[in-house]
């Protein structure tokens, strides 16, 4: 086909198409992977690498060596992002040394935000109780369950909610939530009932009564 330099082909309905690369050794001194090259120079690595400090782990590479590995998986099945020996099944490293800034006025402090979750539906004047967020999980039944969510609330206006799972059947009530313009709620109330309070926290009664509550 024009454009291609090699084609492998496998013709046989009953069996898989396989590329294989084999090293003479079992070992990190002869790595086995496939070089992406441009005008002679090796852009991108992907396979092991020549004394790998993960023995044996995938990697990929900007270029040769180790010192350019962007992604690794071990044999272990840990992930490292800028990390070459990741010791938790997702390891991200960063050596930004950007100082955290308290300023409010257009300051975001992303430099060094390692995870980036983010939902795209809605734009201006929609969207509002879009979320994302992340969910924990123990067990494998009677799981123990709980998430951590943002919550779109307005244009360029959010807020943080944590829920959990409590006791038996489908129960998973609010426990806290924290709004960007500082206001916190414990118990499962979202609204406050003046303008001067900062802190809402809701006791056994229901959220929409003021009994058995602390306002700040």
């Avoid at 004394?51 to 272990?76: D, P, W, Y």
């Avoid at 300023?103 to 929609?126: F, H, R, V």
């Avoid at 919550?151 to 038996?168: E, I, P, Q």
Wanted: hydrophobic share 30%.
């Amino acid at each position: 086909s024009s454009g291609y330099i090699a084609e492998f082909h496998q013709e046989h309905a009953d069996n898989p198409g396989t590329l294989l690369i084999d090293g003479p050794t079992d070992n990190n001194i002869r790595p086995s992977a496939l070089h992406l090259a441009q005008a002679g120079t090796v852009k991108w690595v992907l396979g092991q690498v020549y004394a790998s400090t993960s023995s044996q782990a995938f990697h990929l590479c900007s270029g040769t060596g180790e010192a350019n590995s962007k992604f690794v998986v071990t044999t272990a099945g840990n992930i490292g992002i800028n990390e070459v020996s990741p010791d938790n099944k997702l390891h991200v490293t960063t050596t930004n040394s950007t100082a955290y800034s308290t300023n409010t006025s257009n300051t975001q402090n992303t430099g060094n935000a390692l995870l980036k979750l983010q939902n795209l539906d809605g734009s201006d004047g929609s969207g509002v109780n879009n979320y994302v967020g992340i969910q924990f999980s123990v067990a494998s039944g009677a799981t123990s369950s709980a998430q951590l969510n943002y919550v779109r609330t307005a244009d360029n206006s959010g807020r943080f909610a944590f829920k959990a799972r409590n006791g038996g059947g489908n129960d998973y009530p609010n426990l806290m939530d924290i709004t960007s313009d500082g206001l916190v709620f414990i118990g499962g109330r979202t609204t406050k009932p003046n303008d001067i309070n900062k802190l809402v926290v809701t006791g056994t009664s229901p959220a929409d009564s003021y009994d058995s509550q602390i306002y700040l």
